[in-house]
Nanobody, 124 residues
Framework: QVRLVESGGGLVQAGDSLRLSCATS????????MAWFRRAPGKEREFVAA????????EYGDSVKGRFTISRDNAKNTVYLQMNSLKPEDTAVYYC?????????????????WGQGTQVTVSA
């Protein structure tokens, strides 16, 4: 089991930026596919972004394309989510997830390990 710890959430205004980090305990982190999901109050969990081990292949949810960027530092066992031009509708708890599968997936069912989440609140 991989331990994941998110950080970097907070309260910001619309148009601001935040960078989330997810530190992992995985000895084989470099081989994992990593992703960010979010859950807003009263809504289902939503795919945000995913990145393969190579740091080359990424995918994004439609609502964040062009504003959010996922990246990873395999030397630091850490994955990041840079969030720019934040909107009130981005308010949610953001979760980091890890998968030993080699393909990118938008489905939460394909991810085996999850962090505890970090709250992001964007005020209008």
């Amino acid at each position: 089991q991989v331990r994941l710890v998110e950080s970097g959430g907070g309260l910001v205004q619309a148009g601001d930026s935040l960078r989330l980090s997810c530190a992992t305990s995985a000895h084989t982190f470099a081989t994992y596919t990593m992703a960010w999901f979010r859950r807003a109050p009263g809504k289902e969990r939503e795919f945000v972004a995913a990145i393969k081990w190579s740091n080359v292949y990424t995918e994004y949810g439609d609502s964040v394309k062009g504003r959010f960027t996922i990246s990873r530092d395999n030397a630091k066992n850490t994955v990041y989510l840079q969030m720019n031009s934040l909107k009130p509708e981005d308010t949610a708890v953001y979760y980091c997830a890890a998968s030993s599968r080699t393909y990118l997936s938008h489905s939460a069912f394909d991810y085996d390990d999850w962090g505890q989440g970090t709250q992001v609140t964007v005020s209008a």
